[in-house]
């Protein structure tokens, strides 16, 4: 091994086995970071570094990849699970979901939180995650060991920082009820919150067939068949769509969370859900522009690719 070799292999040793960034590892060899990085570079072209990718038993690769390309997203994890094992596939996508999150958040942004099933699975799958504040984006749809109260305490404890919690129903029986709750102090500082989060994990409901905790809130309330008939099919927590992803305005006034508008500005929006009743309104999302990324089933992942058509990646790529 040449000279230049040993010293590529010393600066790959400190920076992949030993942990060292690239700054900490200029200050111990007195070179600039910008010298580590090209030796850095220079060991993966030469081989001097080779990387073998493991993936767990239970993520298609292959698949996540043609979902992607299929769509235009800027992640997508496909995940196995047993057919009609509901409560493994939550599990593996929420931990799926848990990684990814982890991976790309970093130090000082502001996660925001919606609820659900898969998303508690997702929360109590976070191992670790950066020094970031959490919102809540959506009131309650269901109980609280799924509401996005108790996720957003529970990220904000691994991650150290501040949770905004919104104490109110996701949906109300009239837009003054909702103005009213809107107008509590403690919401309206999670509201202004809203602004500032820069990645949001959301969940996607279907209206039809049902699988929606939204939908069924919106069913105790009495409004749910008007909805139906105004074309709503999907959901991603306050925010409702068509079939096309087009976004329905008729029970905003009645809503509490964040608006179309709202996650629309939002940099970064993973969605993660999965499931035989789940097609048509995890094609919604996707069509609606407001999803970034996602985490789904194998079967589903394969029902979009299939489904997908060059409109869809062209659509999401000027979105």
């Given at each position: 091994?040449?000279?230049?070799?040993?010293?590529?292999a010393?600066?790959?040793?400190?920076?992949?086995?030993?942990g060292?960034?690239r700054?900490?590892?200029a200050?111990?060899?007195?070179?600039?970071?910008?010298?580590v990085?090209?030796?850095?570079e220079?060991?993966?072209?030469?081989?001097?570094?080779r990387?073998?990718i493991?993936?767990?038993?239970?993520?298609?690769?292959?698949?996540s990849?043609?979902?992607?390309s299929?769509?235009s997203?800027?992640?997508a994890i496909?995940?196995?699970?047993p057919?009609?094992?509901d409560?493994t596939?939550?599990?593996?996508?929420?931990?799926?979901?848990a990684?990814?999150?982890?991976?790309?958040?970093r130090?000082?942004e502001?996660?925001g939180?919606?609820?659900?099933?898969?998303?508690?699975q997702?929360?109590?799958?976070?191992e670790?995650?950066p020094?970031?504040d959490v919102?809540?984006?959506?009131?309650?749809?269901?109980g609280?060991?799924?509401?996005?109260v108790e996720l957003?305490?529970?990220?904000?404890?691994?991650?150290g920082g501040?949770?905004h919690?919104?104490?109110?129903p996701l949906?109300?029986r009239t837009?003054e009820?909702?103005e009213l709750l809107r107008d509590?102090p403690?919401?309206r500082?999670?509201?202004s919150?809203f602004?500032?989060?820069?990645?949001?994990?959301?969940?996607i409901?279907?209206?039809?067939?049902e699988?929606?905790q939204v939908?069924?809130l919106?069913?105790?309330?009495?409004?749910?068949?008007s909805?139906?008939?105004a074309?709503?099919?999907?959901?991603?927590?306050?925010?409702l769509?068509d079939v096309?992803?087009?976004?329905?305005e008729?029970a905003?006034?009645?809503?509490?969370g964040?608006?179309?508008?709202?996650?629309?500005?939002?940099?970064?929006?993973l969605?993660?859900?999965?499931g035989?009743?789940k097609?048509v309104a995890v094609?919604?999302?996707l069509?609606?522009?407001l999803v970034?990324?996602?985490a789904?089933d194998?079967?589903?992942?394969?029902?979009l690719?299939a489904?997908?058509?060059?409109?869809?990646?062209?659509?999401?790529?000027?979105s």
């Amino acid at each position: 091994m040449s000279e230049s070799e040993r010293r590529m292999a010393l600066v790959a040793t400190r920076h992949y086995i030993d942990g060292l960034s690239r700054i900490e590892i200029a200050d111990e060899l007195g070179i600039s970071r910008f010298v580590v990085a090209r030796l850095l570079e220079q060991a993966r072209e030469r081989g001097v570094v080779r990387f073998e990718i493991a993936s767990p038993d239970d993520i298609d690769l292959t698949l996540s990849a043609q979902l992607r390309s299929a769509y235009s997203l800027r992640h997508a994890i496909v995940v196995h699970a047993p057919s009609g094992a509901d409560t493994t596939m939550k599990e593996r996508l929420g931990t799926a979901a848990a990684r990814l999150l982890e991976e790309v958040l970093r130090p000082g942004e502001v996660l925001g939180l919606a609820a659900g099933r898969t998303l508690r699975q997702m929360v109590r799958a976070c191992e670790q995650l950066p020094p970031v504040d959490v919102v809540q984006l959506e009131g309650v749809a269901a109980g609280l060991h799924e509401s996005g109260v108790e996720l957003v305490r529970r990220a904000a404890r691994v991650s150290g920082g501040t949770p905004h919690a919104l104490l109110a129903p996701l949906l109300t029986r009239t837009a003054e009820s909702a103005e009213l709750l809107r107008d509590e102090p403690a919401a309206r500082d999670t509201f202004s919150r809203f602004a500032e989060v820069t990645t949001a994990v959301v969940g996607i409901g279907s209206w039809n067939p049902e699988d929606s905790q939204v939908s069924m809130l919106a069913d105790q309330l009495g409004i749910r068949d008007s909805l139906l008939e105004a074309g709503v099919r999907a959901d991603l927590g306050a925010v409702l769509l068509d079939v096309d992803g087009q976004v329905i305005e008729q029970a905003t006034e009645q809503s509490i969370g964040i608006d179309a508008d709202g996650l629309r500005r939002v940099p970064h929006v993973l969605a993660v859900a999965g499931g035989p009743l789940k097609f048509v309104a995890v094609r919604a999302a996707l069509r609606s522009g407001l999803v970034h990324s996602l985490a789904c089933d194998a079967i589903m992942a394969q029902a979009l690719i299939a489904d997908a058509t060059p409109t869809d990646s062209a659509q999401r790529s000027d979105s």
